[in-house]
């Protein structure tokens, strides 16, 4: 199956025109055109389908599995994008790389990826929306940046951004294989109660909603989840006043991206994210083996003190392996100062 405009194949402005060979007879009309269009998403590809846009000899298709003719003209009419919703907002972003496909930001803590209840605006969308402006292409026929993975509120660093279909769909296969072909990196810094042991190790476990909070994600019996999977590595560990571990420094590892992965696993082996006040309640007597400055300032964090520090994949358009490196904030900067001092 081509995988490029084949020589009977045409380009007329926001119209693609596509003549089926005898090979593509009998196939369904969205893989054709998945394989004809490559900048454009099947789920994209469908939902023209579905609204008229694609015509077969001058007539509309509306069924994405309508089989292929063979010899038969097809025509995908691509309407303009949208207006983008939710509306744009001047928020300000750390922008660490930018190019015609994709987006890399290293989020502050605090700032909600995307609209939902309670954050209607104030969001990444809204900022990416007033940033990108014009250079949006459109993602789903809509004037909107690609959201292909998220971090929590009040979890900071790198995250990167579609600004194409074409990019959603490479980076969205990427983000699925978690680094298993080789092409996804994604690395945290996280400061956690006590000492793991082993000092370094894998969390395997099944996580889903907790039954008496929905809100909340818990490790489940198998076949309830969905698989989970994180790497530790302890880089450096603090002792209290009683000379016994009081907290670390771990780096981890995602095997697989699932809500809130990092904090459940951690307070799962007994050792909660610091400042989580979802999961990490429990150790809240420990702060009574801290220095009051180190009690202070740990309070200041006032969030989970974990960081998405690396960040590495394969560019969408060009093949070229990137990486980024973001170094943890401030707010967690002076926590491991004060917890090295303690």
């Known amino acids: 199956m081509p995988s490029e405009l084949s020589p009977t194949d045409s380009v007329l402005g926001d119209q693609r025109r596509h003549v089926a060979e005898l090979p593509e007879a009998g196939l369904r009309l969205d893989r054709l055109l998945q394989a004809r269009v490559p900048d454009l998403s099947r789920t994209r590809l469908q939902a023209l389908i579905k609204a008229g846009h694609v015509l077969e000899d001058g007539k509309p298709i509306s069924e994405p599995g309508h ?9 995908v009419q691509i309407p303009e994008p949208e207006p983008a919703l939710p509306e744009a907002e001047s928020i300000p972003l750390s922008v660490v ?17 995307h609209p939902g209840a309670g954050h209607a605006t104030g969001t990444l969308v809204n900022a990416l929306i007033a940033h990108c402006g014009d250079s949006l292409a459109g993602i789903g026929g809509v004037k909107r940046p690609g959201i292909v993975h998220r971090l929590d509120k ?6 990167v951004v579609a600004k194409t279909d074409a990019a959603l769909r490479s980076l969205s296969e990427q983000f699925a294989a978690h680094g298993q072909d080789g092409r996804m990196q994604r690395a945290y810094v996280a400061v956690v109660w006590g000492q793991p042991q082993p000092r370094s190790g894998r969390i395997a476990t099944s996580i889903g909603r907790k039954a008496s909070n929905r809100t909340k994600m818990a490790v489940v019996r198998d076949g309830v989840g969905r698989p989970a999977a994180t790497h530790y590595e302890v880089q450096k560990t603090f002792v209290g006043a009683d000379n016994k571990p009081l907290a670390s420094v771990v780096r981890c590892v995602l095997e697989t991206g699932r ?3 990092i904090r459940v696993h951690m307070a799962h082996i007994g050792h909660p994210v610091l400042g989580d006040a979802t999961y990490g309640t429990g150790f809240d007597a420990s702060k009574g083996r801290m220095t009051e400055r180190t009690r202070v300032i740990l309070d200041a964090l006032n969030r989970q003190a974990l960081h998405a520090a690396v960040l590495g994949f394969e560019h969408p358009r060009t093949g070229k392996t990137l990486k980024f490196e973001s170094a943890p904030p401030s707010d967690m900067v002076a926590l491991i100062a004060a917890l090295r001092d303690a």
Not at 154 to 159: A, E, H, Q
């Open 67 to 75: 089989k292929v003719r063979p010899g038969a003209q097809y025509e």
């Open 97 to 113: 790389y930018e190019d015609k496909d994709i987006l890399v930001i290293d989020k502050p803590a605090g700032l909600v990826v």
């Open 154 to 159: 009040d979890t900071s660093g790198l995250l």
């Open 259 to 261: 809500t809130h992965q």
